[in-house]
Structures are given as structure tokens and as C-alpha cells.
């Protein structure tokens, strides 16, 4: 692989696109995983996939400058100067609209909700992501608009309390890392202005209480009639101890050893996290097919 190739891969940040499973999320919690369903959901993936790169690299592009300060982001391609700024807007244009033709193509509905998700990042990284609160929310909504993309193109309404889950768990996730954020900052290091209107007592409140709040949604999703008729069993309940053992291990992860800088790097290296998502994934299918 050439360099300016590399480089090209790096920008897109496809580790990033593990996010994205979130539109799968519909389809699993109604069970619903027909052939064609499979299909439509890998589809999604992968054109949002492309959608999410094109903001990533806009984000990159206007950021420049505070990203050259960051002790990480300045190795980034733009900021290292690998990739041209000029380069890096054709690619971005390329991607936007490449992905809304292919939404468009795949399910109308699904192309109205990834435009949505397109002005909201781009108010993002212009204005709100410097609001305090309000950028931790936007980055929720995000996760939340994945999940009504998986909706819309499979057509199958998604519970609200799985709605409301994702919101919490997604702003956990958020405030765990504006907490490496702020560490960076007591320890002299040169970050992002999103830090203003935070600091370690409120970030560390909000993070247990939004945790217990998740854990509490989910055991309301987990007991709700519609579900335990669409599982055929009352014991889904029973998962809720592998959502603890996640948010517990991500928080020792956040508070002991300081790794909550990319949850998306977390998932994809914590082997402990890995275990407890695949028990949770597997539990679903064993208490389905044990009714």
C-alpha cells in the first residue's frame, strides 16, 4: 500500500466505523434477521460508513490548527501535513455525496436521516461541540439516528426504551472521554477548548449517575411486555448483569487506568469488554431459543 494511500485510509478513520453496528440494533432486538434483512443492514452499514468518514474528514479539515496542539491528533493526516487540505475537501465532497445517491437508492427515508446526521455534525464542529453539555448530547443523538436509520430501512419500529439506552449509554461513553480530555489538560498538555464548562467533580457525577441510569432503562426495556412476548420467555432480564459488568469495566478502564480517550479503541483492544459483549450478545440467543 502506497502512502498517500495510507494516509487516505487513516483520514476516513475506519475504526471508527464500528460505531455504525449501532444500525444493525433494530433488526437484533426484534429478531427480525431474515436473508434479505441482513442484506439491507450491511448495506446501510457500509454507506453510512462512507457518510460518517466524509464528516470525520470535514471535522479534520476545520480543526487543523487545535489538532497540531493535541498530543495525539497532531499525528493525524491533515495536521501532520500528509494529506492537502485541498485533497482532503474533494475526498469529503466525494464521500457526501456518494453516500446520500447509494441512501437514496437503498431507502429514501434513510438517505432524509443520514442528512440530518450530516448538518448536525457540521454544527458540531462549527459551534456546538464549544457548548459545554450540549456537545456530549449531539454526539448521543448521533448513536440515536443510527438506530432510526435501521429502523427506516428494514422497516421495523425500534423500542423507545432502546432508544433511550442508547441515548444514555452513548452519553456516558461521551462524557468518559471529554474525562481524558480533561486529564490531558491538568497535566499541562495542550487540548481542545471543549473542556470549558467541565472539570473532574462534574464529569465524574454525571458518568455514575448516567451509568445507573442505563443500567435501570435497560431493565425496563428487559421486562417490558412487548419484548418478553416477541422473546417468548420472561428471563431476558437475566442480561442485565453482562450490561453492568461492561459499564463497571469500562469505568475502571475510565477511572483506574485512564483509557478512555477513543471508546471505539477501547472495544476494540480490551479483551475483558470483548468477553462480556459477546456473553451478551450469545445470552439473547440462548434465552430466544430456550422458550
Known sequence: MSKNLKNILILLRPHQWLKNA???APMFFAFQFTFENIIKICLGILIFSLCASAVYVFNDIHDVKEDRKHPEKKERPIASGQVSITT??????????????????????????????????????????HIAIVD????????????????AIIGIETSMWIIIVTFLLALFLALAKRRDDYIHFIEGKKVRKNID????????????????VTVVAYIMYSVTPDVI???GSDKLYLTTMFVILGILRYMQLTFVYKKSGSPTNVVLHDRFLQIVIALWLLSFYVIHNMS
Open 22 to 24: 449501532f444500525i444493525a
Open 88 to 129: 482532503a475537501s474533494v475526498l469529503a465532497l466525494f464521500l457526501c455525496s456518494t453516500s446520500l445517491i447509494f441512501a437514496f437508492m437503498l431507502q429514501k427515508m434513510f438517505m432524509f436521516i443520514m442528512i440530518v446526521y450530516i448538518l448536525l455534525n457540521i454544527l458540531y464542529t462549527l459551534i456546538l461541540k
Open 136 to 151: 456530549i448530547t449531539i454526539i448521543s443523538i448521533g448513536f440515536v439516528l443510527r438506530l432510526f436509520a435501521g429502523s
Open 197 to 212: 464548562g467541565y472539570n473532574l467533580e462534574m464529569i465524574n457525577a454525571g458518568m455514575m449517575f448516567l451509568a445507573s
Open 229 to 231: 412476548a416477541r422473546m
